[in-house]
């Protein structure tokens, strides 16, 4: 079977290395607006506009631009995803034709789950509380996938062993 487009095994360590401080640290930057004054300065950014547009009215926002920001979110927002990542899409140990079905499957299943999620979401939150929750869905199909798949890989490794 050919497994050219996963990652060695060693980066899955590296991987959960990287994600329990990063989890941590997203989630104290979520819930308390922590700001890092050395990640602050001018961001590039594709469009700059000037917030949330009443009907009608004129959009001064420009695109292409540089403006003042702070680049905390984005550091651990990008810190927590690669991590993910690495768990994710790294080898097992012993890479078969099982574990490829067992990661199809697990794919699969959080793929309903996350959207699932995303019903529901649209269904019962509204506005900024929205927004939240699609911050957090942006990481939920990655923490369902590796929940899933180690659950199955665990499974296999009991049945195997009774």
Request: with cysteine; hydrophobic share 50%; glycine share 6%.
């Given at each position: ?19 329990f401080p990063g989890s941590i640290l ?84 959080a793929t309903y789950i996350n959207y ?47």
């Amino acid at each position: 079977m050919s497994t050219k487009l996963l990652l060695p095994h060693q980066y899955k360590k590296i991987g959960w290395w990287l994600f329990f401080p990063g989890s941590i640290l997203g989630l104290y930057v979520l819930f308390t607006s922590f700001e890092w004054d050395m990640l602050g300065g001018k961001v590039f950014t594709l469009y700059a506009g000037s917030g949330l547009k009443i009907l009608n009215e004129k959009d001064t926002g420009t695109f292409f631009t540089w403006t003042a920001g702070n680049y905390t979110n984005t550091v651990v927002g990008l810190w927590c995803l690669i991590s993910l990542m690495l768990i994710a899409f790294s080898k097992e140990e012993r890479e078969d034709e099982f574990i490829s079905q067992y990661r199809l499957e697990a794919l699969l299943w959080a793929t309903y789950i996350n959207y699932a999620v995303l019903i529901f979401s649209f269904i019962f939150f509204f506005d900024f509380e929205f927004l939240y929750v699609m911050i957090f869905n942006m990481f939920t199909i990655l923490i369902f996938f590796i929940a899933r798949l180690n659950y199955k890989l665990y499974q296999e490794r009991k049945g195997l062993a009774l």
